[in-house]
């Protein structure tokens, strides 16, 4: 008999495994994600087709330092696929999202396994749980039973607060990240 999952949260993890959102996805907004080759054989084995989600290649990556865009550090990436046996890749989170939306959302049945689409609530905030009993209640007063729940819901996740009766506060590394594309001048 198959186990009864609830997954809080829809994003990338949580759609990974299974919908279960509280933010409204046609909203969505991001930035380009790095998926490394170990990042990219996990999806692929569920059937996640990186084209539809514009998905593309990444060759080589580059650090530089921000105004004179002076080279620091150039990483070779075409051979990847070769060595760990899947590609370096970069999409656009939104893409990305869309997509494992859409394979969540899909009929089990069209490709013969025999399971059911997952349900997707939205806007339904987790106000409390019992992992004991693996029972999430929502904001509207529903209480939901599962054989497990997985705690999906993000940097700031509710669910972890509550199994762990302590508030889990995010804290900054003081370090920022900007990444952009920009053509190749050879």
Known sequence: ???KVIVVGAGIAGLCA???EKSKLAAEIGAALSVSPNGVRVPRS???PFEKARARQMMVWESVEGTPLKQLSSLDFQHAEE???APFMAVHRVDLHKELLRLALQDGE???KGLEP???KLGAPVVNLSTEEGIVELEDGSKHEADLIVAADGLHSVVRSIALKQQAKPSSSG???FR???PRID
Request: hydrophobic residues 50%; glycine residues 12%.
């Open 1 to 3: 008999m198959p186990l």
């Open 18 to 20: 299974a919908i279960y």
């Open 46 to 48: 569920l059937g996640f």
């Open 83 to 85: 060595k760990y046996g």
């Open 110 to 112: 069209e490709k013969g």
């Open 118 to 120: 997952v349900t997707l």
């Open 175 to 177: 370090l920022s990240a």
């Open 180 to 182: 952009f594309w920009s």
